[in-house]
Protein backbone atom coordinates (compact mmCIF):
# COMPACT_ATOMS: atom_id res chain seq x y z
CA UNK A 1 0.00 0.00 0.00
CA UNK A 2 1.63 3.16 -0.84
CA UNK A 3 0.84 6.63 0.95
CA UNK A 4 -1.18 7.98 -2.01
CA UNK A 5 -3.49 4.89 -2.93
CA UNK A 6 -6.72 5.70 -2.93
CA UNK A 7 -8.19 3.85 0.55
CA UNK A 8 -12.01 3.61 0.78
CA UNK A 9 -13.10 3.07 4.82
CA UNK A 10 -16.30 1.26 4.77
CA UNK A 11 -17.99 2.31 8.31
CA UNK A 12 -15.58 5.48 8.82
CA UNK A 13 -18.24 7.08 11.39
CA UNK A 14 -18.00 3.68 13.19
CA UNK A 15 -16.37 2.28 16.39
CA UNK A 16 -13.86 -0.05 13.86
CA UNK A 17 -14.07 2.42 11.21
CA UNK A 18 -13.34 5.38 12.77
CA UNK A 19 -10.33 4.00 14.53
CA UNK A 20 -8.80 2.87 11.48
CA UNK A 21 -8.89 6.37 9.95
CA UNK A 22 -6.99 7.56 12.64
CA UNK A 23 -4.45 4.53 12.19
CA UNK A 24 -4.18 5.40 8.42
CA UNK A 25 -3.46 9.08 9.11
CA UNK A 26 -1.03 8.00 12.16
CA UNK A 27 0.75 6.34 9.19
CA UNK A 28 0.60 8.79 6.93
CA UNK A 29 -2.33 7.44 4.43
CA UNK A 30 -4.29 10.83 3.58
CA UNK A 31 -5.97 9.94 0.38
CA UNK A 32 -8.84 8.35 1.96
CA UNK A 33 -12.47 8.24 1.05
CA UNK A 34 -15.36 8.24 3.69
CA UNK A 35 -18.87 7.76 2.72
CA UNK A 36 -21.93 8.76 5.35
CA UNK A 37 -25.01 6.58 5.17
CA UNK A 38 -26.63 9.26 3.83
CA UNK A 39 -24.38 9.80 0.71
CA UNK A 40 -23.88 5.72 0.01
CA UNK A 41 -26.39 3.55 1.32
CA UNK A 42 -24.07 0.20 1.84
CA UNK A 43 -27.39 -1.73 1.87
CA UNK A 44 -27.70 -0.17 -1.56
CA UNK A 45 -26.65 -2.35 -4.69
CA UNK A 46 -26.72 0.23 -7.17
CA UNK A 47 -25.58 3.43 -4.98
CA UNK A 48 -22.67 1.07 -3.85
CA UNK A 49 -21.56 -0.19 -7.68
CA UNK A 50 -22.12 3.75 -8.77
CA UNK A 51 -19.52 4.95 -5.80
CA UNK A 52 -17.17 2.15 -6.73
CA UNK A 53 -17.39 2.63 -10.79
CA UNK A 54 -16.62 6.70 -9.72
CA UNK A 55 -14.01 6.64 -7.28
CA UNK A 56 -12.19 3.25 -8.17
CA UNK A 57 -10.21 2.93 -4.59
CA UNK A 58 -7.51 0.96 -4.79
CA UNK A 59 -7.75 -0.58 -1.09
CA UNK A 60 -11.15 -1.17 1.08
CA UNK A 61 -11.60 -1.75 4.61
CA UNK A 62 -15.09 -3.61 5.00
CA UNK A 63 -15.11 -2.13 8.69
CA UNK A 64 -19.03 -1.39 7.90
CA UNK A 65 -21.63 -4.17 10.03
CA UNK A 66 -24.50 -4.37 12.13
CA UNK A 67 -23.60 -4.71 15.10
CA UNK A 68 -24.44 -4.74 18.89
CA UNK A 69 -24.42 -6.94 22.27
CA UNK A 70 -26.16 -9.63 23.07
CA UNK A 71 -29.49 -8.66 23.57
CA UNK A 72 -29.72 -6.45 20.62
CA UNK A 73 -27.89 -10.00 18.71
CA UNK A 74 -30.94 -11.87 19.88
CA UNK A 75 -33.61 -9.79 19.36
CA UNK A 76 -33.32 -8.21 15.85
CA UNK A 77 -32.04 -11.50 14.13
CA UNK A 78 -33.29 -10.52 10.53
CA UNK A 79 -32.05 -7.48 10.69
CA UNK A 80 -28.29 -8.50 12.12
CA UNK A 81 -28.58 -11.71 8.91
CA UNK A 82 -29.57 -9.30 6.17
CA UNK A 83 -27.83 -6.13 6.88
CA UNK A 84 -24.71 -7.75 7.21
CA UNK A 85 -24.90 -10.23 3.86
CA UNK A 86 -25.86 -7.12 1.68
CA UNK A 87 -23.53 -4.76 2.88
CA UNK A 88 -20.46 -7.46 2.62
CA UNK A 89 -21.63 -8.58 -0.58
CA UNK A 90 -22.44 -5.33 -1.90
CA UNK A 91 -18.83 -4.16 -0.78
CA UNK A 92 -16.90 -7.15 -1.87
CA UNK A 93 -18.64 -7.41 -5.14
CA UNK A 94 -17.80 -3.66 -6.24
CA UNK A 95 -14.49 -3.70 -5.12
CA UNK A 96 -13.71 -6.62 -7.00
CA UNK A 97 -15.60 -5.49 -10.03
CA UNK A 98 -13.90 -1.86 -10.51
CA UNK A 99 -10.35 -3.08 -9.58
CA UNK A 100 -9.13 -2.50 -6.28
CA UNK A 101 -6.22 -3.88 -5.43
CA UNK A 102 -6.70 -5.61 -2.15
CA UNK A 103 -10.06 -5.58 0.37
CA UNK A 104 -9.84 -6.52 4.22
CA UNK A 105 -13.14 -8.05 5.65
CA UNK A 106 -13.42 -7.79 9.29
CA UNK A 107 -15.51 -10.50 11.32
CA UNK A 108 -16.00 -11.56 14.56
CA UNK A 109 -14.66 -14.22 17.38
CA UNK A 110 -18.75 -15.10 17.41
CA UNK A 111 -17.77 -17.03 14.07
CA UNK A 112 -16.30 -20.30 16.03
CA UNK A 113 -18.12 -23.00 17.35
CA UNK A 114 -19.79 -22.29 20.58
CA UNK A 115 -17.89 -25.33 22.51
CA UNK A 116 -14.94 -24.64 20.66
CA UNK A 117 -11.27 -25.63 22.66
CA UNK A 118 -9.79 -22.53 24.03
CA UNK A 119 -7.63 -20.58 22.72
CA UNK A 120 -9.93 -20.76 19.57
CA UNK A 121 -7.25 -21.23 16.55
CA UNK A 122 -8.64 -19.96 13.38
CA UNK A 123 -8.95 -23.81 11.63
CA UNK A 124 -11.66 -24.40 13.89
CA UNK A 125 -14.05 -22.24 11.62
CA UNK A 126 -17.26 -24.67 10.65
CA UNK A 127 -16.48 -27.56 13.43
CA UNK A 128 -19.40 -27.10 15.30
CA UNK A 129 -22.35 -25.49 16.24
CA UNK A 130 -22.63 -21.65 17.05
CA UNK A 131 -23.70 -19.60 20.03
CA UNK A 132 -27.11 -18.80 19.37
CA UNK A 133 -27.63 -15.79 20.93
CA UNK A 134 -26.04 -14.59 17.80
CA UNK A 135 -25.89 -17.33 15.34
CA UNK A 136 -27.22 -15.01 12.49
CA UNK A 137 -24.76 -12.54 13.25
CA UNK A 138 -22.06 -15.16 12.64
CA UNK A 139 -23.60 -16.88 9.69
CA UNK A 140 -23.50 -13.49 7.78
CA UNK A 141 -20.44 -12.69 8.68
CA UNK A 142 -18.82 -16.62 7.76
CA UNK A 143 -20.15 -16.17 4.72
CA UNK A 144 -18.65 -13.01 4.31
CA UNK A 145 -15.11 -14.53 4.63
CA UNK A 146 -16.14 -17.39 2.29
CA UNK A 147 -16.89 -15.01 0.22
CA UNK A 148 -13.19 -13.34 0.20
CA UNK A 149 -12.00 -16.72 -0.74
CA UNK A 150 -14.22 -17.37 -3.37
CA UNK A 151 -12.90 -14.28 -4.79
CA UNK A 152 -9.54 -15.07 -4.16
CA UNK A 153 -9.78 -17.84 -5.44
CA UNK A 154 -12.10 -17.77 -8.90
CA UNK A 155 -10.97 -14.22 -9.72
CA UNK A 156 -7.94 -14.17 -7.95
CA UNK A 157 -9.05 -10.85 -5.85
CA UNK A 158 -6.82 -10.10 -3.02
CA UNK A 159 -9.24 -10.25 -0.35
CA UNK A 160 -8.12 -11.01 3.33
CA UNK A 161 -10.17 -11.33 6.53
CA UNK A 162 -9.40 -10.94 10.18
CA UNK A 163 -10.79 -12.17 13.11
CA UNK A 164 -11.46 -9.62 16.02
CA UNK A 165 -12.16 -10.50 19.03
CA UNK A 166 -14.77 -7.92 21.79
CA UNK A 167 -13.67 -4.43 21.12
CA UNK A 168 -13.99 -1.46 23.31
CA UNK A 169 -12.39 1.91 23.26
CA UNK A 170 -13.64 6.15 21.81
CA UNK A 171 -16.04 6.32 19.69
CA UNK A 172 -18.61 3.10 20.97
CA UNK A 173 -21.89 2.56 21.84
CA UNK A 174 -22.86 3.38 24.67
CA UNK A 175 -26.98 2.81 24.63
CA UNK A 176 -27.88 0.15 27.13
CA UNK A 177 -30.12 -1.87 24.83
CA UNK A 178 -27.86 -2.26 21.88
CA UNK A 179 -24.16 -1.67 23.43
CA UNK A 180 -21.82 -4.30 24.46
CA UNK A 181 -20.86 -5.15 27.91
CA UNK A 182 -17.70 -2.65 28.59
CA UNK A 183 -19.01 0.57 27.33
CA UNK A 184 -22.98 -0.83 29.06
CA UNK A 185 -20.69 -1.26 32.54
CA UNK A 186 -18.60 2.30 32.53
CA UNK A 187 -22.14 4.03 31.88
CA UNK A 188 -24.09 2.28 33.90
CA UNK A 189 -21.04 2.54 37.17
CA UNK A 190 -20.61 6.51 36.10
CA UNK A 191 -24.65 6.54 36.69
CA UNK A 192 -24.51 4.76 39.69
CA UNK A 193 -21.80 6.59 41.15
CA UNK A 194 -23.47 10.42 40.41
CA UNK A 195 -27.01 8.83 41.80
CA UNK A 196 -25.36 7.51 44.35
CA UNK A 197 -26.68 4.43 44.20
CA UNK A 198 -26.27 1.05 46.17
CA UNK A 199 -25.69 -1.60 43.22
CA UNK A 200 -24.93 -1.41 40.13
CA UNK A 201 -26.82 -3.85 37.50
CA UNK A 202 -24.64 -6.69 35.76
CA UNK A 203 -26.81 -8.78 33.21
CA UNK A 204 -25.73 -12.44 33.63
CA UNK A 205 -23.96 -14.65 36.53
CA UNK A 206 -20.60 -12.77 35.64
CA UNK A 207 -19.05 -15.97 35.19
CA UNK A 208 -18.37 -15.55 31.16
CA UNK A 209 -15.23 -14.60 30.04
CA UNK A 210 -14.23 -12.35 27.64
CA UNK A 211 -11.24 -10.97 25.53
CA UNK A 212 -11.36 -7.31 25.10
CA UNK A 213 -9.04 -5.13 22.39
CA UNK A 214 -8.65 -1.92 22.32
CA UNK A 215 -10.16 -0.65 18.45
CA UNK A 216 -6.87 1.40 18.00
CA UNK A 217 -4.71 -1.47 18.78
CA UNK A 218 -7.49 -3.52 16.02
CA UNK A 219 -6.98 -0.50 13.60
CA UNK A 220 -3.05 -0.90 13.98
CA UNK A 221 -3.61 -4.93 13.01
CA UNK A 222 -5.76 -3.90 9.89
CA UNK A 223 -3.15 -1.48 8.93
CA UNK A 224 -0.73 -3.73 9.44
CA UNK A 225 -2.22 -7.08 7.15
CA UNK A 226 -3.35 -4.83 4.51
CA UNK A 227 0.85 -3.86 4.61
CA UNK A 228 2.03 -7.38 5.15
CA UNK A 229 -0.69 -10.33 4.36
CA UNK A 230 -1.82 -11.65 1.22
CA UNK A 231 -3.56 -15.14 2.28
CA UNK A 232 -7.14 -16.59 1.75
CA UNK A 233 -6.86 -18.01 5.98
CA UNK A 234 -8.13 -15.58 8.60
CA UNK A 235 -6.33 -14.11 10.96
CA UNK A 236 -7.63 -13.73 14.85
CA UNK A 237 -6.89 -10.11 16.30
CA UNK A 238 -6.69 -10.14 19.21
CA UNK A 239 -4.59 -9.67 22.79
CA UNK A 240 -4.50 -13.59 23.70
CA UNK A 241 -6.11 -12.90 27.51
CA UNK A 242 -9.32 -13.01 28.43
CA UNK A 243 -11.15 -11.90 32.48
CA UNK A 244 -14.20 -12.87 33.58
CA UNK A 245 -17.27 -10.23 33.57
CA UNK A 246 -17.04 -9.96 37.43
CA UNK A 247 -13.08 -8.93 37.16
CA UNK A 248 -14.41 -6.91 34.52
CA UNK A 249 -16.77 -5.16 36.74
CA UNK A 250 -13.47 -4.81 39.20
CA UNK A 251 -11.89 -2.83 36.73
CA UNK A 252 -14.55 -0.72 35.93
CA UNK A 253 -15.21 0.36 39.76
CA UNK A 254 -11.74 1.55 40.01
CA UNK A 255 -11.56 3.77 36.31
CA UNK A 256 -15.13 5.11 37.46
CA UNK A 257 -14.65 5.36 40.95
CA UNK A 258 -17.80 3.18 41.88
CA UNK A 259 -18.02 1.99 45.53
CA UNK A 260 -21.29 0.14 45.60
CA UNK A 261 -22.24 -3.17 45.37
CA UNK A 262 -22.90 -5.39 42.37
CA UNK A 263 -26.41 -7.46 41.29
CA UNK A 264 -26.27 -9.94 39.04
CA UNK A 265 -29.32 -10.21 37.20
CA UNK A 266 -29.14 -13.79 36.01
CA UNK A 267 -32.73 -13.83 34.03
CA UNK A 268 -30.38 -12.14 31.54
CA UNK A 269 -28.31 -14.21 29.48
CA UNK A 270 -24.27 -15.19 29.59
CA UNK A 271 -23.60 -16.16 26.45
CA UNK A 272 -20.89 -18.09 25.12
CA UNK A 273 -18.85 -18.82 28.25
CA UNK A 274 -15.62 -18.33 26.68
CA UNK A 275 -14.07 -16.92 23.27
CA UNK A 276 -10.34 -16.57 23.88
CA UNK A 277 -8.54 -16.32 20.46
CA UNK A 278 -5.42 -18.06 19.98
CA UNK A 279 -3.30 -15.12 18.44
CA UNK A 280 -0.28 -17.34 17.46
CA UNK A 281 -0.48 -16.72 13.69
CA UNK A 282 -0.67 -12.98 13.92
CA UNK A 283 2.15 -12.75 16.27
CA UNK A 284 4.28 -15.12 14.47
CA UNK A 285 3.69 -12.21 11.38
CA UNK A 286 5.15 -9.96 14.11
CA UNK A 287 2.15 -7.75 15.60
CA UNK A 288 1.37 -7.81 19.25
CA UNK A 289 -1.64 -5.53 21.07
CA UNK A 290 -0.13 -3.19 23.30
CA UNK A 291 -2.55 -1.51 25.28
CA UNK A 292 -3.19 -2.98 28.97
CA UNK A 293 -7.07 -3.22 29.81
CA UNK A 294 -6.78 -1.31 32.79
CA UNK A 295 -5.59 1.82 30.30
CA UNK A 296 -7.80 1.19 28.09
CA UNK A 297 -10.62 1.58 30.34
CA UNK A 298 -9.50 4.52 32.09
CA UNK A 299 -8.90 6.32 28.46
CA UNK A 300 -12.41 5.08 27.21
CA UNK A 301 -14.12 6.24 30.12
CA UNK A 302 -12.18 9.99 29.73
CA UNK A 303 -13.65 9.46 26.14
CA UNK A 304 -17.27 9.01 27.65
CA UNK A 305 -17.38 12.18 30.52
CA UNK A 306 -15.96 14.41 27.11
CA UNK A 307 -17.97 13.15 24.85
CA UNK A 308 -21.16 12.20 27.14
CA UNK A 309 -23.39 15.12 26.06
CA UNK A 310 -22.62 15.57 22.49
CA UNK A 311 -22.38 11.55 21.02
CA UNK A 312 -24.90 9.92 19.51
CA UNK A 313 -25.40 7.09 22.16
CA UNK A 314 -29.25 8.11 23.00
CA UNK A 315 -29.14 9.31 26.43
O1 LIG B 1 -20.61 -7.67 25.16
P1 LIG B 1 -21.75 -8.60 25.08
O2 LIG B 1 -23.09 -8.00 24.84
O3 LIG B 1 -21.48 -9.60 23.93
O4 LIG B 1 -21.86 -9.43 26.46
P2 LIG B 1 -21.01 -11.11 23.68
C1 LIG B 1 -20.76 -10.05 27.05
C2 LIG B 1 -21.14 -10.60 28.41
O5 LIG B 1 -21.35 -9.52 29.31
C3 LIG B 1 -22.43 -11.43 28.45
C4 LIG B 1 -22.54 -9.69 30.03
O6 LIG B 1 -22.23 -12.52 29.32
C5 LIG B 1 -23.44 -10.45 29.04
O7 LIG B 1 -24.51 -11.07 29.71
N1 LIG B 1 -23.09 -8.40 30.47
C6 LIG B 1 -23.19 -7.99 31.76
C7 LIG B 1 -23.59 -7.41 29.69
N2 LIG B 1 -23.79 -6.80 31.85
C8 LIG B 1 -24.04 -6.40 30.57
C9 LIG B 1 -24.63 -5.23 30.02
O8 LIG B 1 -25.06 -4.31 30.73
N3 LIG B 1 -24.69 -5.17 28.66
C10 LIG B 1 -24.22 -6.16 27.85
N4 LIG B 1 -24.31 -6.02 26.52
N5 LIG B 1 -23.70 -7.30 28.35
C11 LIG B 1 -21.43 -10.29 21.25
C12 LIG B 1 -22.14 -10.86 20.08
O9 LIG B 1 -21.47 -11.29 22.20
O10 LIG B 1 -20.10 -9.98 21.04
C13 LIG B 1 -21.77 -10.22 18.81
O11 LIG B 1 -23.51 -10.84 20.33
C14 LIG B 1 -20.29 -9.92 18.67
O12 LIG B 1 -22.17 -11.08 17.79
C15 LIG B 1 -19.73 -9.29 19.91
O13 LIG B 1 -19.57 -11.09 18.38
C16 LIG B 1 -18.23 -9.13 19.86
O14 LIG B 1 -19.52 -11.19 23.79
O15 LIG B 1 -21.76 -12.09 24.49
Known sequence: ??????????????????????????????????????????????????????????????????????????????????????IQTNVIDSAYRHGAKKLAFLGSSCIYPKMASQPIKEEYLLTGPLEPTNEWYAIAKIAGIKMAQAYRKQYGFNAISLMPTNLYGPGDNFDLQSSHVLPALLRKAHEAKLNSDPEVPVWGTGLPRREFLHVDDLADAAVFLMEHYDQPEIVNVGTGVDVTIRELVGMIQQATGYQGRVAFDESKPDGTLRKLLDVSKLTGLGWKARTPLQEGIASTYRWYLENIKSCTCHH
Do not use: W
Request: with cysteine.
Open 1 to 86: MDKADKIFVAGHAGLVGSAIVRGLRDGDYDNLILRTRSEVDLCNQAQVDAFFRQERPDYVFLAAAKVGGILANSSYPAEFLRDNLA
